[in-house]
């Protein structure tokens, strides 16, 4: 007792002497003679100062300040000059600290001794020297070049920040190489299709939550895992109020835990809603007529099963809606979605009638769920089309686009730079093998205008067009995040030298020959992020709020500079000019004078549009670079309501629900291989033919693995707490990971319907084995009704065997859980180029 009263105490002088009270009983002579009894307690408020950063852990790409004091970063909070979120925060951000000052961390260049290299092999890493390291690249990338064959480096890009056009794209083709390859396709490009071959959006929306009467979400966890988390958290309990909320998922997320609808969808499912949900729009007359349009006669003529004659209506600010109707959704009635998703019909049209009364305030989310699929482009498209059928697009309450930020968003022209072995380097077909019949990868509407990031380490592996000789990755891992993980370990096991970029030794760089210690993005490093929500786009800075406490360098401004160096020094000088030729500092005009001032000049050079005084139509007004450095953030001006109707980026100018825009794409790349479009929908392993190519319809899911062998569907998800997948070297992620509904903590469990646990025979904490045509992985059971019978819910991000020794068992040997990408078998969405993670991966359990 005695003890727990001093605890008390102590803490209640601290919190009076923290909140300034004086003149109490707290500090009465008794009072004193005990606290000098104590510890002192020594305040040091006001000795730190707030820096203003980005975090970068997912694509919200916040604006931060952080609390630094004694050159520490101690506390993390949202920026409270941001218009996007403001002070609000999501519970990554507090990871980033852990990470920062992790005691795995790699701290100095370090070279492989084992030349075996595989899962089983130790690389037995040595330390060097910077000296030591940017020779071995230099000469790497020299010796490429002397042999005409620079086209077999390659850059590996995962994350970034807005400066990443110098090393990524820039260097890459001063070298020679058109290898310069992203993660997008492994993130979440085939959401944009729906977007953009509709309304001319080739990126990701904001929504208008603020307004909203109607929110339908498609697989989308708003307030755990989609874009402008802080802020959606924070606004999500208002929004209830006002709007109704329905959340299509297999699993129960953290958002329709809270909405006042969940409907537990079977994975690959999502456009039968949709679709049914647009046919009743129809024949009911609720669409949004003041955007579509409407009968000239104003009597509809919707009618199930039944053509209309396109003469009849008068198209508005949308293209193709009779014609979308008599191809296709003239069947999809609710009693059709029953039959095959299960769905009932009576809540398809009350979902349909609710958002009609609410339009036009009505937003449809899509997110990585639904539409990192097989057939993922049409499901983007299906889902889409109901934020155009109900007058949500650019609509109060809706959604819209990001509003464009003044930026020199690229460096300067090559001109005069490529030499030419450059310029035939530059002619090669890229590794990923985009633009091919079976890959159109059509980003922008653009044949191979996309990336295809996971096909690398097969192309990789057949040597097709060619095999890659030396890879230099930053801020990625896609021996880890990549499905059907084995192929990339074998790829980069046959690949002559690879150097990784990276804070952490993690799976990719266990097949590295030469490791180099990088900058933390949000307190060591120069950057800066765009991001987009609540009506608003900023700008927000990167910068070192600390001093780097290990031999790190900054990977997208301070490797390139050494690099380029070093290049100069050995004979190839051309990256070495452009840089100092090109990028100068705006305000002295003068170029670098090391690599540290030269990764602040990168990020002067992008962001001085936003305070050199020259362009400030598009947003508020900053008095200079220290300002944009003292605030961190620039805001755009409010979103413009109903500012693109009329004018789409589409062949029409319209919203397309027959996508004339899709038609040109699919032509093109048709043509491009002679053959007509039906042969590449069949080439590409979608059903559709004739004009169903170019409108949303249904295609049943393909699933890979027998039923009969592999009876479960595995459901992959996000968990709260990963910081991008790197956040599992912090023991907070294990401690808190009951964040997540249905997880527990300090475990990686697969949640099963108990329906389902019973047929397999399955208690809580039992150890289980999870199989597919893939692979199998080892986790721990938990039985929680908050998912679909016949599926099991896992999140992504536990089963690391390296990157440190929270994150595995036995660093380098056992893993600790599983990781799903080992799973989850190799299959794409082949239009847009991305890998399907979900609805198509059949899984058997057992006990382990």
């Known amino acids: 007792m005695d003890i727990q009263r001093r605890r008390i105490l102590k803490g209640t002088l601290a919190g009076a002497a923290l909140s300034g009270i004086k003149g109490s009983l707290l500090f009465t002579p008794t009072f004193q003679a005990m606290a000098e009894d104590l510890p002192r307690i020594d305040l040091r408020t006001g000795t730190g100062e707030w820096i203003a950063t980005t975090c970068q852990g997912c694509t919200s790409w916040c604006a931060k300040q952080v609390y630094v004091m004694d050159g520490r970063a101690i506390k993390v909070r949202g920026n409270p000059h941001s218009k996007v979120h403001g002070i609000a925060s999501c519970p990554r951000q507090h990871l980033n600290l852990q990470q920062l000052y992790d005691t795995d961390r790699v701290v100095e260049p370090m070279i492989r001794t084992n030349p075996n290299k595989g899962r089983d092999q130790d690389p037995q890493f ?69 977007p953009y071959y509709m309304d001319g959006n080739w990126g990701y929306n904001q929504y208008d939550l603020n307004h909203a009467k109607y929110v339908l979400a498609f697989g989308a966890d708003p307030i755990a895992s989609n874009r402008q988390t802080s802020f959606y958290a924070s606004e999500w309990g208002n929004a209830l109020d006002r709007a109704t909320v329905v959340v299509v998922d297999p699993r129960l997320t953290a958002s329709a835990a809270k909405a006042h609808k969940w409907i537990p969808i079977e994975p690959g499912k999502d456009p039968a809603l949709a679709l049914a949900i647009a046919h009743v729009a129809l024949v009911e007359g609720l669409w949004y007529k003041p955007f579509v349009g409407d009968f000239k006669d104003s009597q509809n003529r919707f009618v199930a099963g039944q053509v209309v004659d396109a003469k009849h209506f008068a198209d508005k600010h949308s293209h193709g809606l009779v014609h979308w109707w008599n191809e296709a959704l003239k069947d999809y009635t609710p009693e059709w979605a029953q039959q095959h998703a299960g769905l009932d019909p009576e809540e398809i049209r009350a979902i349909a009638r609710g958002m009609g009364k609410s339009a036009p305030a009505v937003q449809v989310w899509t997110s990585r769920g639904p539409t990192m699929q097989i057939q993922g482009t049409y499901t983007s498209l299906a889902c889409h089309a109901l934020n155009g059928l109900f007058g949500g697009i650019d609509s109060k309450g809706g959604l819209f686009p990001a509003q464009s930020a003044p930026l020199n968003s690229k460096f300067p022209s090559l001109d005069g730079y490529l030499d030419d072995v450059a310029k035939a380097g530059l002619k090669q077909e890229k590794i990923d093998q985009r633009g091919r019949l079976t890959f159109p990868a059509l980003k922008s509407g653009k044949s191979g205008g996309g990336v295809v990031t996971n096909n690398v380490a097969n192309a990789m592996l057949a040597q097709d067009p060619y095999q890659l000789e030396l890879i230099i990755a930053y801020f990625s891992n896609f021996a880890f995040s990549g499905p059907d993980t084995a192929r990339w370990e074998k790829a980069l096991a046959q690949t002559d030298f690879v150097a990784h970029v990276t804070t952490n030794i993690a799976e990719f760089s266990w097949f590295a020959d030469l490791l180099l210690p990088a900058s933390h993005h949000m307190f060591e490093k120069w950057g800066g992020a765009n991001a987009i929500g609540n009506g608003y786009r900023q700008v927000s800075i990167q910068q070192p709020v600390v001093k780097p406490g290990w031999n790190t360098k900054q990977d997208e401004s301070e490797l390139p500079y050494l690099l380029a160096k070093r290049l100069a020094q050995k004979g190839f000088d051309a990256p070495w000019r452009y840089i100092n030729e090109q990028i100068r500092d705006p305000e002295t005009g003068k170029a670098a004078k090391d690599e540290q001032q030269f990764a602040e000049i990168t990020v002067k050079y992008v962001t001085a549009p936003l305070w050199d005084g020259t362009n400030h139509g598009k947003g508020e007004r900053l008095n200079g670079w220290q300002d944009f450095v003292s605030k961190g953030v620039w805001n ?30 699919l032509v093109g790349h048709a043509q491009k291989h002679g053959v007509s479009v039906d042969q590449v929908l069949e080439a590409c392993d979608y059903d559709a033919r004739g004009e169903l190519a170019f409108m949303p319809h249904y295609e049943e899911p393909k699933r890979d693995g027998d039923k009969a062998k592999y009876p479960l569907l595995l459901v992959d998800q996000k968990s709260r707490l990963n910081l991008e997948g790197r956040s599992q070297n912090s023991s907070w992620y294990y401690e808190l990971k009951d964040v997540d509904p249905g997880d527990e903590a300090n475990e990686d469990v697969a949640k099963f319907n108990p329906v389902d646990a019973k047929k397999l025979n399955l208690a809580n904490g039992d150890r289980i084995r999870i199989s597919s045509p893939a692979g199998s992985i080892t986790c721990t059971a938990k039985l929680w009704e908050g998912v679909r019978p016949g599926t099991v819910a896992k999140c992504f991000g536990q089963g690391h065997w390296a990157f440190g020794r929270h994150a595995s068992t036995e660093f380098g040997k056992v893993a600790r859980g599983g990781n799903n990408n080992e799973i989850i078998t190799d299959q794409y969405d082949r239009l847009s180029g991305s890998s399907a993670f979900y609805s198509h991966t059949r899984i058997r359990v057992e006990k382990a």
């Open 126 to 194: 040595k330390p060097i020297s910077w000296d030591q390291a940017l020779d071995l690249l230099a000469d790497k990338i020299i010796a490429l070049r002397q042999r005409n064959e620079s086209h077999k480096y390659a850059l590996f890009r995962g994350r970034y920040s807005f400066t990443n056009d110098l090393f990524y794209d820039k260097f890459t083709k001063l070298v020679g190489s058109p290898n310069n390859i992203s993660h997008s396709a492994i993130c979440a490009e085939a959401h944009k299709m729906g």
């Open 636 to 665: 755009s001006n409010p979103y413009e309501y109903q500012s693109r109707w009329g004018k789409y980026k589409t062949v029409t100018g319209k919203f397309e629900f027959y996508s004339e825009t899709l038609k040109k794409a």
